[in-house]
Structures are given as C-alpha cells and as structure tokens.
C-alpha cells in the first residue's frame, strides 16, 4: 500500500495522541454548558455573599479589611468561570465553523470578556461606590479575560477537567470551613499563641492535601468519561497520553496560585489599604497571602501526583508483548509435547547430513554373502 504525499501515518507522528472526531478534529469538552452554569452560579454565589459581608459590616475601616478577605474567593471563582464558558462557546464555534485554533481563542477570549464585563457591572450595580468597589470590579474583570484565554488550548477534555477539578476544589475549600474548629482542637490548639499557631499550619496542610486528592481524582474521573465518549463516536480514537492527565491534574494548582497573581497586581491597592489599618491587619494579610500560595503549591503537586497514578493504574500489557513460558525462557523442552512432521523430517535431513552420526540399532545383514 502506497502512501500519499505530504500526509504522516498516524503511528510514524511524533505529535502526541489526543481524542479525536471522525473527520479529524479535535474532541469537544463534554458537559461544557452544564461546567459553564455551575461555574456562572458560583460567581454569583460568591459575589453575592460578598457584598452582603460588605453591607452588614460598618462603613470605612471593616468594609476595607472585608473587600480584601473576600477578593481572593471572588477572583478565584471569576477564573474558573471565565475558563468554563469559554470552553462551552468554542465547542459551538468548533460545531458551526470548523475546527480553527484562531477562531477558537478568539471566541475564548470574548466569552471570558462578556463573562468578566458582567460581572464588573453587576458589583458597580449592586456595591457601595467606593474606590474598593472599582478595585474588585477591574479585578474580576481581568480574572474572567484571563481565565477564557487560558480555556482557548487546543485540547479541550483537558481544559474541560481542569475547570472542573478546580470547581470541585473552590466548594471543598468553602464547605472545609466548617470544620475549622474541631480540627483546631484535634491537633491541640491550647490558650497559647505557638499551639495556636501549630494547629492553624497542620489544619492548613491537611486542606491543602485533601484538596489536592479531590482535584487529581476530579480530572482523571473527566478525562475518563471523555475518552468515553469519543471512543463511543470513533471506536478508532486515539487516548490523550500520560501528559495531559498531570496537566489536568496539575490545573487546579496553577489555577490557584495565577488567581494569586492577579490579587497581588490588580488588587495591590485594596491590600495596601487593608493591611495599612493596624499592625494586625498587616499581619493577617501577610499571612494570607503566604497560606494561599502554599495552598497553590500543594493543590498543584498533589492534584498532579494523584491524577498521574490514577491513570497509571489504568495501563496494562501492550497487545504485541509476546507470552512468556510458565517454565521460564530457558527451560527444557517438555517430553509429553506432541512432536509435529515437520520437526520430525528436519531431524531425520539432519541425521542423514551428518557424517559423524553413530546408528545405535541392530547390523543388517546382506543375504547376497
């Protein structure tokens, strides 16, 4: 069978395997529109339990100390949710117009504008007008652009798991806090401030692990559904490669510590504001950022770490590994084994070839002496 010019066999390619339709394109993000919902009413959610942590608190110096607690939850959520629907517009662009890198991160990137202008206008809409309102406004807005330009990659199922492990991993943070007491007082929080301390740094550490568990269970658990559903539409798909299971299971760290960044540049004058109060708001802030970033870095690790090993634990043997004899390779050859003709001719050709060979039966007499 000849090759046609110009084309590559898809076993002699060096680019790596990712799912994809019958005629070529890359697989969609499945349940893209429903991540998109989920992610959308989690902004609202947190934007909402924002404003009413501003409102009910006192004017000037509470309401500047809460903005910049609740900024990074709100920055977090503008991200994911940007990602999402950005992800849910470029299946649609992909569905309508083909399968174009260009018009995927452009489509990505209005999505996450829309997503991000949105949100801008509805805390100018429903918080107080203060220069803290503008800051998290121009903030969440950058995260959501931010957040559909990253959505804009190519391999979608691995963008669509990373949105979700790290949706599943902003709820577990929120739902976590709950049980802030009593593990305070399990790992012996006492009327000290080191044991105070000491708990509040194995309370952190065990967020973060658990945390990261959950994201690298969450991405491998989507791209496996995913492989699903493309080999249902093409039973001759190809498997997305180790790499993009650590990459989703990475995402939700990177995810953490980028919203990190933009807190640190778009929200600098809210910090500055806040940790200007007193010299304990100073602290606290100080605080916060390095548990945040600690958090990133384990979420990151741990998410990787166990999304790899989940899909390890999937592979098996290749189907061109030759079996092996219970014997061993070097072991005798069973006496019991039916010999076949063949083997038995090519003895006997070999006998008659070699002059050396002794004949161990009886003489034979020739009657003509």
Do not use: C, H
Not at 46 to 51: E, G, H, I
Not at 59 to 72: D, H, M, R, V, Y
Not at 79 to 90: D, E, N, S
Not at 298 to 311: E, Q
Request: hydrophobic share 50%.
């Amino acid at each position: 069978m000849t090759k046609q010019p110009g084309r590559v066999p898809a076993a002699e390619s060096d680019q790596p395997a990712v799912d994809a339709t019958p005629e070529g394109r890359s697989a969609p993000a499945p349940g893209a529109a429903v991540l998109a919902l989920l992610t959308l009413g989690w902004l609202a959610a947190m934007l909402w339990s924002t404003r009413e942590a501003i409102t009910s608190a006192a004017e000037g110096i509470t309401a500047i100390s809460l903005s910049a607690f609740a900024l990074p939850g709100v920055i977090s959520a503008a991200l994911v949710a940007g990602a999402a629907t950005a992800l849910a517009f470029g299946n649609l662009l992909s569905r309508r117009y083909g399968d174009s890198i260009t018009l995927r991160f452009v489509g990505a990137i209005g999505a996450g504008m829309l997503v991000g202008l949105a949100a801008a206008l509805a805390i100018n809409l429903t918080y107080f007008d203060t220069s803290t309102t503008n800051v998290i406004a121009g903030t969440t807005a950058a995260a959501a652009i931010i957040g559909g330009a990253a959505a804009g990659a190519r391999t979608a199922p691995a963008v669509g798991a990373v949105v979700t492990a790290a949706l599943g991993t902003l709820i577990f943070v929120v739902a976590f806090s709950r049980a802030r007491d009593p593990l305070f007082n399990l790992f012996g929080a006492g009327d000290t401030q080191q044991s105070l301390v000491d708990a509040a740094k194995w309370v952190s550490r065990t967020e973060s692990l658990v945390a990261g568990l959950l994201a690298g269970l969450l991405a491998f658990g989507y791209l496996t559904w995913a492989r699903r559903r493309a080999l249902r539409r093409d039973p001759s798909a190809a498997a997305l490669r180790w790499p993009a299971y650590l990459l989703a299971g990475a995402g939700p760290g990177l995810l953490l510590l980028l919203a990190e960044v933009i807190i640190r540049i778009g929200g600098r004058s809210l910090l500055d504001l806040a940790s200007a109060l007193s010299e304990a708001d100073a602290v606290a802030q100080t605080s916060l950022g390095t548990s945040r970033v600690d958090n990133g870095i384990w979420v990151l690790f741990v998410g990787a770490l166990t999304a790899l090993i989940a899909f390890g634990r999937t592979l098996g043997p290749t189907p061109d590994d030759e079996p092996i004899s219970a014997n061993g390779p070097d072991a005798a050859p069973d006496p019991t084994a039916p010999v076949s003709p063949v083997e038995t001719a090519d003895a006997g050709e070999s006998d008659a070839a070699d002059p050396d060979a002794v004949d161990a039966g009886p003489a034979r007499v020739d009657p003509a002496r």
